[in-house]
């Protein structure tokens, strides 16, 4: 009977250590998102007490320092969770090749873990496995080195554009600002440049924050600055210039619109995010139509062109916001983005409210279902999208449309 139990000992602590080790493979080395139970529930737990703090935050000032402390906090939290698994998984490992438990086997484990050699084992399996637990030490640590440089160097190239938007859009960057500033230097035409830029930007942030799902956390070094807030501003921009400013077609801005609205939902679903992929042009959007006539209103007022037909053009704008609405929304309340037009003052989870200087949570986080339901009820349906590039496949470059987001009351998005 001892025998059997050995054996299962020494299979189950075997097991638990490669879980660890996969983890920590996947969640590091891997160049492709992978969901890891471990990982997410590190991160899961971890957010608790920073979402306690944030509800008991005088201001939003307050608020953003603590959650610009959550995703390091979580990170330099997540080796030391690997390495102490580790070291009780190799606990019944020890014992079944004969070291007494748990004191000895404990002590044998941290010892050959941590390399430290006080406490060693002369028996020719238990030094193979002393041999073993070492080199997966030294290897979780250095995986954890060599990925913090990765993480900042990705972080440091998504911010370059991000701040360089303050100068062009404003802060927090609206398309009006864009576009009034845009004008007022005779630049409105000019702008394909600039969608080029944010093309690449979608693109390069798709690849990094699918791959390492704790860099949509890391919050920008200004408290009104945000990834995601300047992505759906960007994106809103975009929208208006393909659908509503009187000027020719620009191919650029559509393809910008294109790679952003597939980068945030690829991000999304990281995040277990529901996401129509083939949406229809009419289904309801966030944001009504009386809040479109009026950025477009501010925009006449700045002397920008805008098209005659405005039922027509918004639309057309429906069309191109419904492929990115809900995706844009949930990660606005995933990452806690601070205020943005069209964004993050209507994401869905976390919403915060700033009530006479302080910060107060929402009474009740509204469901996505009923969302759509309200602004069906009282927003004219979008019944045609712009016609797409010529030059392209329709289906590959149309204002096709995505459905709604619905994290289904998972706070955060984050199922363990």
């Known amino acids: 009977m001892v025998n059997v139990a050995r054996v299962v000992a020494f299979l189950v602590g075997t097991a638990v250590v490669l879980g660890t080790v996969s983890s920590a493979v996947k969640t590091v080395v891997m160049p492709r998102a992978e969901p890891v139970a471990l990982t997410?529930?590190?991160?899961?737990?971890?957010?608790?007490?920073?979402?306690?703090?944030?509800?008991?935050?005088?201001d939003w000032h307050e608020a953003d320092?603590?959650?610009?402390?959550?995703?390091?906090?979580?990170?330099?939290?997540?080796?030391?969770?690997?390495?102490?698994?580790?070291?009780?998984?190799?606990?019944p490992v020890y014992?079944?090749?004969?070291?007494?438990?748990?004191?000895?086997?404990?002590?044998?484990?941290?010892?050959?873990?941590?390399?430290?050699?006080?406490?060693?084992?002369?028996?020719?399996?238990?030094?193979?496995?002393?041999f073993i637990e070492a080199s997966l030490g030294l290897s979780l640590i250095a995986l954890m080195i060599s990925f913090l440089p990765t993480i900042y160097q990705q972080f440091s190239r998504r911010e370059v554009l991000v701040s360089q938007l303050d100068t062009r859009a404003g802060t927090p960057p609206t398309p009006v600002a864009l576009f009034r500033r845009a004008e007022s230097i005779g630049w409105v035409d000019q702008l394909d440049d600039l969608w080029l830029d944010w093309e690449r930007w979608f693109v390069e942030i798709e690849e990094s924050h699918t791959s390492y799902p704790a860099l949509p956390f890391f919050r920008s070094p200004r408290s009104e600055r945000s990834?995601?807030?300047?992505?759906?501003?960007?994106?809103?921009?975009?929208?208006?210039?393909a659908s509503t400013l009187d000027l020719p077609?620009?191919?650029?801005?559509?393809?910008?619109l294109?790679?952003?609205?597939?980068?945030?939902?690829?991000?999304?679903?990281?995040?277990?995010?529901?996401?129509?992929?083939?949406?229809?042009?009419?289904?309801?959007?966030?944001?009504?139509?009386?809040?479109?006539?009026?950025?477009?209103?501010?925009?006449?007022?700045?002397?920008?062109?805008?098209?005659?037909?405005?039922?027509?053009?918004?639309?057309?704008?429906?069309?191109?916001?419904?492929?990115?609405?809900?995706?844009?929304?949930?990660?606005?309340g995933l990452v806690m983005a601070p205020a943005g037009q069209w964004s993050s003052d209507r994401s869905i989870d976390y919403r915060q409210r700033l009530i006479n200087g302080r910060l107060l949570p929402r009474a009740g986080v509204r469901r996505w279902r009923d969302v759509r339901r309200t602004r069906?009820?009282?927003?004219?349906?979008?019944?045609?999208?712009?016609?797409?590039l010529d030059a392209l496949d329709p289906a590959d470059l149309g204002p096709a449309g995505g459905a709604a987001g619905r994290p289904d009351g998972d706070p955060g998005g984050l199922r363990g």
């Open 95 to 130: 014992w079944s090749l004969g070291v007494d438990v748990p004191r000895d086997a404990f002590m044998q484990s941290g010892s050959s873990l941590l390399t430290l050699g006080f406490a060693f084992d002369h028996h020719g399996p238990t030094v193979a496995v002393t």
């Open 376 to 388: 069906a009820a009282r927003a004219p349906a979008a019944s045609s999208a712009p016609t797409p």
């Open 249 to 256: 077609r620009s191919w650029q801005a559509q393809l910008c």
């Open 65 to 91: 320092r603590t959650m610009a402390r959550f995703a390091p906090f979580a990170m330099i939290l997540l080796p030391g969770v690997w390495m102490t698994i580790t070291t009780f998984a190799f606990v």
């Open 258 to 332: 294109r790679s952003g609205y597939l980068s945030l939902r690829s991000i999304a679903g990281v995040y277990d995010v529901d996401v129509d992929h083939d949406p229809r042009p009419d289904d309801p959007i966030s944001v009504t139509r009386d809040e479109w006539e009026t950025v477009v209103d501010e925009l006449v007022a700045v002397g920008v062109r805008v098209k005659h037909d405005r039922d027509q053009a918004w639309r057309d704008f429906a069309g191109w916001r419904v492929n990115y609405d809900s995706a844009l929304l949930a990660l606005c």
């Open 227 to 241: 990834w995601i807030t300047a992505a759906g501003a960007v994106l809103d921009s975009a929208a208006l210039r």
């Open 40 to 58: 997410r529930w590190v991160f899961v737990s971890v957010r608790k007490p920073f979402d306690w703090r944030v509800r008991h935050s005088a």
